[in-house]
């Protein structure tokens, strides 16, 4: 079987074509749905290569009966001998005449990404001595990967500012072939960056007076097509540095979305665009000092809360064992009124829970005038129990399902008077 004749290298824009079916193949069945692919003889249909996704549309075909059948393709790929393959959720049989309806929008915005990314690699290398060293061509954005230091935001602004005066001038965006030996030779005279590993005559793209590559993709027949170019950000990456960009009507839409958006947080803070920098700003300030000031009255109220359960539990034999769980205060108010407690009044032992949520946190604390290790209490007591925890000497924590929170409390008890006991034990002897 000889492979299908790539209409879109001689024709973009081409968007219907005939064909015929050269060959079938099933590709997986599930519960009774099967899914196929279907090779032409000619096809517009672009396979996902090179960065760029595949096309989608319609393959369009007269059945027996005189009645018409449109058949979705989902998908396009091309096989290692260079067949291509279109995937379809209805067969049809080898020889069955069909047109195929690309989806334009589709493929336009795909070209208009592609030529950009041409453009903006060429810029890129020609401004910073920057190589592109990979392209990918997203749903929403496209990126390209440069290997470069970072780069400062004025550069980024110029390299921008380049690339739409060149897309302003309307440049010829030209697709060629040159045999394998003249393409190396470009290569060793520096007129090309980089070739394909493969044999046969190359397809190179070249934009006037600014880049020759050699590429497969599809691309418009102008700088112009391209619509304009926005940067949309950078982040380092292994190599380099990844730049993520739109164009043409994606560049619109970006621009659209992002003034819908300055527009509503222009309204939140009654604010115009311009100003707000400085209302987020004050914005900022006013929940940082906002934290401050209720941390300060958490504080406060821990204190508080830590003064009335000393009152409330007496000291009984040199220890006063304070016991309590919440559910509504969260673990680390817990931890704090524990912390508090136990510095404020001496000779205090804390055993304090939050069950705010699914499994209770429990904190141990003592006052500084005991002397055993709550870290090393806490452990041994969640390890009968098969669980983990610990923490320091003055106070340590662990997490347990709510129904075994009973049987920690005692263990950690029994724990605490046998080592106030044995110190006490020591300190007589």
């Known amino acids: 079987m000889s492979v299908a004749e790539r209409l879109y290298y001689a024709d973009s824009f081409l968007k219907a074509f005939t064909a015929a079916v050269s060959d079938i193949r099933e590709l ?31 393959l369009r075909a007269i059945s027996r009966g005189g009645a018409a059948l449109d058949i979705p393709v989902e998908s396009v790929e091309e096989d290692e001998q260079g067949e291509i393959w279109h995937l379809v959720r209805k067969p049809l049989t080898a020889g069955t005449h069909v047109e195929g309806q690309i989806d334009w929008h589709r493929r336009f915005d795909h070209m208009q990404q592609h030529t950009g990314q041409h453009l903006l690699s060429a810029v890129f290398l020609r401004e910073q001595q920057a190589a592109t060293v990979s392209f990918h061509l997203g749903e929403t954005s496209s990126t390209i990967d440069l290997t470069c230091a970072p780069l400062a935001h004025h550069t980024l602004e110029r390299i921008e500012r380049l690339a739409n005066e060149i897309i302003a001038e309307d440049r010829p965006v030209a697709a060629h072939l040159v045999s394998r030996a003249e393409a190396e030779a470009m290569l060793a005279s520096g007129e090309l960056r980089k070739l ?85 700003e004050r914005l900022k300030a006013e929940v940082k000092s906002g934290a401050k000031e209720h941390q300060r009255l958490i504080e406060q109220l821990a204190d508080y809360h830590a003064a009335r359960l000393a009152v409330e539990v007496p000291i009984e034999h040199g220890l006063r064992l304070v016991q309590r769980s919440w559910r509504d205060r969260d673990s680390a108010y817990i931890r704090l009124l524990a912390s508090r407690l136990t510095t404020a009044a001496p000779s205090t032992v804390a055993i304090l829970s939050s069950e705010e949520t699914r499994s209770a946190r429990v904190f141990l604390a003592r006052s500084i005038d005991f002397d055993f290790n709550c870290g090393q209490l806490m452990k041994q007591s969640l390890a009968a129990l098969g669980l983990r925890g610990g923490g320091s000497a003055d106070l340590a924590q662990g997490d347990i399902p709510p129904d075994q929170l009973g049987m920690l409390r005692t263990s950690l008890v029994e724990a605490i008077r046998a080592a106030i006991g044995n110190s006490r034990d020591s300190q007589t002897s």
Not at 34 to 46: G, S
Not at 234 to 259: P, Q, S, W, Y
């Open 28 to 58: 997986s069945r599930a519960e009774g749905d099967a899914v196929w692919q279907l090779a032409l003889d000619r096809t517009a249909f672009y396979p996902t290569s090179g960065g760029q996704p595949h096309d989608t549309g319609v």
């Open 196 to 280: 394909p590993e493969r044999s046969g005559d190359i397809r190179l793209i070249e934009i006037a007076d600014c880049d020759r590559n050699a590429c497969g993709g599809t691309h418009v027949h102008s700088t112009g097509q391209i619509g304009g170019l926005l940067l949309r950000g950078i982040e380092k990456v292994t190599r380099g540095m990844r730049v993520e960009f739109v164009c043409g009507l994606r560049a619109v839409g970006a621009a659209r979305a992002d003034f819908s958006i300055l527009s509503q947080l222009s309204a939140s803070l009654s604010a115009g665009a311009p100003d707000l920098p400085s209302a987020v």
